[in-house]
Each structure stands twice: as C-alpha cells, then as structure tokens.
C-alpha cells in the first residue's frame, strides 16, 4: 500500500516540504491540512508592501490551484488540525474528521501573542494573516493616530509603513529601546534613533494595561494612569508556537515542539518551521526561528530526510526587516554580551559584527547589501 504523508500547515513551511519531497521524487500520497481558506502564500510583505499599499494580497500566493494539482496533493484548506493521536497515527480536524497517516510533518506555525487583559475593540488588530493586513491597511488610511504595542521587528514595520502614508504614530515597549530581542541594546538603539528621526513618537520602558474606548477604541492605557490616543491600535509583542493542539498526545513541547537535528519529534513524525524547536548543529544547541529563509531551509533538508537521505539541519540564521524604504538584515546570532563594533557607517547605513570570545557570531546591515554580504559569508563558513 502506498505511503501516506500528512503534513498540517499550508504555509511556507508546509508546502516547501511538499514541494521538496516531489522533487526529490517521492511517490508517497501527501495530504495538505491549512487552517485558512486561502492557497498558500507569502507571510512577509503583509508587515511591508500590502500595508503600504505598493502589492496586492492577490499576488502573495506561492503556488495556484492547476499548480498544486500537479504536485499530486489532497489539499485541505480551511480547516484546522485539532488533536493527534500517535498510537492510531490520526489527525483530528475541526471538522470531526480524521485523518490517518504514515508519517506525519507538523508544519502549524506560531500566532500573536496577546497582552493580558486588553479588550477586543473594534480598532485592535493583530497581524498575521491576510485578512489582518487588509484590516489594518483600511485602517491606515483612515486614521490619524496609530498606537503600536511593541517595538520589535513587526512593531517597527508596521510603524515605519504608517509614517510613510503620513500617519502620526506612537510605538510602546516595555523595553528602553526598540527591536533590542533580536539586534540587542546597543543596535536596538540605533534604530531607536532612525524612528525618531522619522517622527514616531516613544513611550519606551512602558506597559499597557489596556485599551480605552467604548464601541470603537479611541486610546491605550498605560501603566501609571497616561493614555495614548489613537483610532487603530496593533498589537506586535511576539508570536507563540502552535501547539495546544498537540498537548497531551506524547510529544515533548517547550516553546515548540522538541526536535533532533533531523526535526525527528518521534518515530515517523517531524516538525517543521516556526513550530519546530530542533537541534541545531551548526550551533551544537536546540533553537526555535522565525525566519522566513529558515523555514525554506528545514523543509528542504526534511525533504531529504524523508526521502532516504538522513539530512542534518545545519540553518544558518538569516532575518530582514524593511523600513523606511531600506533593508535591515541579520545574518547569525547577536546574544547579550556579545561585543558590538560597527565597521561601515554613512548617514543611516551602517554595518555592525557581533563578537563572542572573539568569534564572529553576527553581522547586521542597513541599507548596506554589498558590505554586509562577505561576513555572511564568513558566518556560513564558520
């Protein structure tokens, strides 16, 4: 009997190990669960060109439907996975179906997390789907004061596209510079610096502790009693992995599901994504990415894993942001600690490194491709 690969997710993830698994020519039978009703499509311009106005949320789509026809996959759109049973080998969906499988890759992604205790208004949005970036761009053309809870590198975006359409907008963070998780204090307050200087407002050091308004909101508490008006608030504090769905089954979870090097969560079953908390050889610890690059990445070294070539998923992290009409990218890991050197600086562009025990560990860029591309390659080198 022919092999049945179920793999839940219809994301980048999803459909790149679909798409890996034919290529590398295997004939199993492959079904595709997504918990939207759309095809699969691209995450990363919702944050960036649809909320500026520059694409169209129709042209985001990986792949169409005469496409994935020709990959030979049972797609199951608009419907979520909701259980899994390892003994029985069966995926629970929302719609009391079951599905059975051989093997099965969990490719389900991570969501917004939420502040505690903010109220749903109209006017408070979070961003990850398309839906959502179409909700919030009506909502930047309409409004005239945005609040943004969060300085990280959603917050920043989404920011940084309000400014452009000539939006008044205030970030809040309670950390005393933005994007400081990802670039660390010191680049963290270099950008700081650059939404300053393009006219965002900062309530840094600050927490919300709620949203204020009745039918519709009009601001955001803060800790301490002062309130930032607004009439379109998005929420950007991180995402969460999607796993209540496998609670309770078997698999080890913690922040994510646990994963070897070759994302094995158990016998015949793998993780892949943001879901996908593995071991990472390259950096001889387990670590989680919500990287775009990354997610093509491990489904293609799945891919090989599954077809009969055990593959190692040696990822190299690699993360970009775009604001104000420049390219932010991170190549490796800036931890805390890690000495920052910035070595090329013109204007906003700059190119830092980030050293650990004399080790190249990072290297950031601004508006800086071609300076920051050899320590790329430096870092993939090893």
């Known amino acids: ?143 005239r004061r945005v609040a943004v809870v969060g300085g990280g590198f959603i917050g920043a975006e989404i920011a940084s596209a309000a400014r452009q359409l000539g939006v008044d907008v205030t970030i809040i963070d309670t950390l005393p510079t933005l994007m400081t998780r990802g670039l660390g204090p010191e680049l963290g307050a270099r950008m700081t610096r650059l939404h300053r200087r393009n006219g965002v407002e900062l309530r840094l050091d600050s927490a919300v502790t709620d949203v204020v308004g009745d039918e519709r909101v009009t601001g955001v508490a803060l800790a301490g009693g002062s309130v930032v008006d607004a009439d379109l608030v998005v929420v950007g504090v991180g995402t969460a992995p999607n796993v209540d769905w496998l609670r309770g089954c078997g698999l080890a979870l913690d922040d994510g599901v646990i994963c070897d090097e070759y994302l094995r969560a158990a016998d015949g079953v793998y993780a892949v994504g943001d879901v996908a908390r593995w071991h990472n050889p390259r950096y001889r610890s387990a670590m989680r990415m919500e990287h775009w690059t990354s997610a093509g990445e491990q489904a293609t070294a799945l891919a090989g894993t599954l077809t009969g070539t055990p593959t190692p998923c040696a990822v190299l992290p690699y993360v970009w942001s775009d604001q104000y009409g420049r390219r932010l990218q991170i190549f490796g890991r800036i931890g805390p600690g890690d000495e920052i050197e910035v070595v090329h600086e013109e204007g906003d562009r700059f190119v830092a490194l980030a050293r650990r025990d004399g080790r190249l560990e990072g290297a950031v860029g601004y508006d800086a491709l071609t300076r920051v591309l050899p320590y790329r390659m430096q870092l993939a080198n090893g």
């Open 1 to 143: 009997m022919d092999e049945h690969i179920a793999v839940v997710g219809a994301s980048l993830a999803g459909l790149r190990t679909v798409q890996g698994l034919r290529r590398k020519g295997s004939a199993a039978r492959i079904t595709l669960v997504g918990d939207e009703p759309a095809l699969p499509y691209d995450r990363p311009p919702l944050s960036k060109a649809i909320l500026l106005g520059t694409a169209e949320i129709s042209s985001l789509e990986f792949v169409d439907a005469d496409a994935l026809a020709t990959l030979g996959v049972d797609l199951r759109l608009g419907v979520r996975a909701v259980s899994l049973d390892l003994d029985r080998r069966e995926v629970g969906l929302a719609d009391g179906s079951v599905l059975g499988f051989d093997r099965l890759v969990v490719a389900t992604g991570s969501s917004p997390r939420r502040v505690p205790g903010l109220r749903p208004l109209p006017g408070v949005h979070v961003l990850r789907t398309a839906a959502d970036a179409a909700c919030i761009r009506t909502g930047l053309l309409a409004a």
